[in-house]
DNA sequence: CTTTAGCACTCGTTTCACCTGAGTGCTAAG
DNA sequence: CTTAGCACTCAGGTGAAACGAGTGCTAAAG
């Protein structure tokens, strides 16, 4: 069977009414519809028969159709309008995006949460590192008393730094030699070659300052691996109440709690090859707990080795159309802002003192 | 009208057998009670006392009988019989705080994660500052080409740091002399000292380094000041779905948002004062939103001028003495962990990009 | 050959009356 | 003071009937 340029207009017709709408749509709704210039029976075959080319459902004989998932499918392809965000939106997202983004270390938490806010739906967000990281210099600074500040700077620019506390006092020269000595030893090396055998040396070059070396080496091996893990924050989980399909609180509450979980650890990988937006609908999502559920999700670039990913979760019945424009325009102001790291540390022409 | 013994014996019958079932205790269901030596006749007519004192409410009058917040306050305060955690019990709480603990920047999300899941129900976590922060000693150090970092210890011995990469090449000279400078004039002092005629002053005296300045004290503005806010987290919030009170999905909805936000806020507040466990029930809340929820809290300590708080969200109808002793246990693991002079534990390892 | 008006039919939803049963309050006897 | 007994109340469940949105099919019109 043919699917004739009417067939294709009037699936969108039904899928764009059934998202608004999230009920079952009729022939006479989509007759209403301006320009669509057929009666309802005309409506009613072309209908028919894309239920019987598998686009269209039928919940019950006297019911209208819904999208199948093969719908959506073509609808989210081809058919769907693009949505043009306003100016006001795309100014909106990238200004909140700048103003939020003081903190780096809590930035997937708040990237997710505006997504979720600008989409109204929940949405997760990951950083993940591809490449190893290493430490690229050891600083420690002595700090009063006995705590020395351990200082470590990796090979992604990253700092991270540990207070460390001693039961006994440590010279300041021993200090110098300790970080040399990491410094020589420890350095541009990856964590696999953090072998007990090199750290039995450092241990016994370490001389007065050897207490200090146990602390430090678990210390950068924690961070070091933890840079290996993907960094992931899921927020406005609730949102999803307010969709008609989980009213359902038993159906809410599974999805819910799967959202918190590793369920949503495998969608990195699906964007691992795929460019810019990629949207999964339904039956087309491995976890299981997401078989009803439509996920869209665009990458987005971090530099230094990172790539970031957001996207949202929610019922098949999404607005694809605004949601993927939404999360482009996320994913744009992301990597702008990410492309220029100069402007983050220069010194901002001062708000207030 | 006297509160017999046999009458409060009545009500925490009633009260125990509401939060097992969630639906209205009638006599009948008391009187197969054991050790309930009465008919459901005698039952009734206590029961109908305690309705007119105010103890228990009818939803109609052929319903049985739910405890009003009258009676849920007195539950708590006298009636409800402690609940014993079992051996097994108190270790996982306690064991699995000790295991997640390494971050302690995340610290607070873990720990409501661990509240919430011991629990069953929605859990807030806050640690706050009272006291003023201020900076206790700066570190620069020179980080290659034209890098810097900020190291910022502060009065808590919690250190932040941050990189700071320059349009300009600065000597290690330059570094060493607007080291010294920020310590001389801008450490040992609180925020508000910090007016725009001493940041003019040390600009001016900064020499070379200069442009390095407003960064540096925006940071440190940043970080003193976010010092000052409460630090806060939510978790399990889905939780609350699985309670049969909140099978209304809007009623859900509308806790659930609140949950995020700032009504929780004042929580803390409530806290100062009080002492050990607190329970507030029903409208005794003061947010709005809460007025048919009920909020179970406790403090623990942190030392180094925090004070952290841990406490859950639910149906007035939940099992106060199982989550009163649950919060207890965890609060008092917290304390010991943080009374822990172990170095492993002291330090607030503080990671910046 | 395509489109459309008309019509009988289907089937989920709503409405309403009725019944059921858990639970009550009261009274009178133990 | 306690309890058995009884009339009464009322939310929730059940089922029949009416409703109506939507369909598929047929036959006439374009």
Do not use: W
């Not at 450092?202 to 001389?207: D, N, Q």
């Not at 992301?334 to 901002?348: G, H, N, R, T």
Request: glycine share 4%; hydrophobic share 40%; aromatic share 4%.
């Amino acid at each position: 069977m043919e699917l004739t340029e009417r067939k294709k207009k009037v699936l969108r017709s039904v899928v764009d009414l059934y998202i608004r709408t999230a009920e079952p749509v009729g022939s006479k709704a989509i007759t209403e519809l301006p320009d669509m210039k057929y009666s309802s029976a005309t409506i009613r075959n072309e209908m028919a028969e894309l239920t019987t080319m598998g686009y269209l459902e039928q919940p019950h004989t006297s019911a209208g159709r819904i999208p199948s998932a093969a719908g959506y499918r073509l609808y989210v392809d081809e058919l769907m309008l693009d949505y043009r965000l306003s100016m006001d939106e795309t100014k909106s997202i990238s200004s909140a995006i700048e103003e939020k983004m003081q903190r780096v270390d809590k930035m997937m938490e708040k990237v997710a949460k505006l997504v979720s806010q600008a989409t109204d739906l929940p949405a997760i967000s990951v950083a993940s590192r591809h490449g190893n990281a290493a430490v690229k210099r050891f600083d420690l600074i002595q700090a009063g008393e006995n705590s020395v500040i351990l200082v470590v700077m990796l090979s992604n620019d990253e700092v991270v730094n540990k207070l460390i506390k001693l039961p006994v006092n440590v010279s300041e020269a021993d200090i110098k030699i300790l970080s040399a000595l990491l410094n020589a030893t420890m350095a541009e090396i990856p964590l696999e070659e953090y072998t007990p055998e090199l750290l039995d040396r450092v241990m016994r070059s370490a001389g007065a300052a050897a207490a200090l070396v146990p602390v430090i080496v678990d210390f950068t091996t924690e961070t070091l691996r933890r840079q290996g893990t993907a960094n992931m924050a899921v927020a406005g989980q609730m949102r999803l109440l307010g969709q008609p399909e989980y009213r359902d609180v038993d159906k809410a509450q599974r999805l819910l709690t799967s959202l918190d979980e590793e369920a949503l650890s495998n969608l990195p990988a699906v964007m691992q090859n795929a460019n810019g937006t990629k949207v999964l609908v339904g039956p087309e999502n491995v976890a299981s707990e997401l078989k009803d559920t439509s996920v869209v999700m665009t990458k987005f670039d971090i530099g230094d080795g990172m790539q970031g990913m957001i996207g949202v979760v929610g019922p098949t019945r999404m607005d694809y159309a605004k949601v993927t424009a939404r999360l482009s325009c996320f994913a744009e102001s992301l990597s702008k802002m990410f492309a220029k790291p100069e402007q983050q540390q220069l010194p901002a022409p001062d708000k207030e003192a």
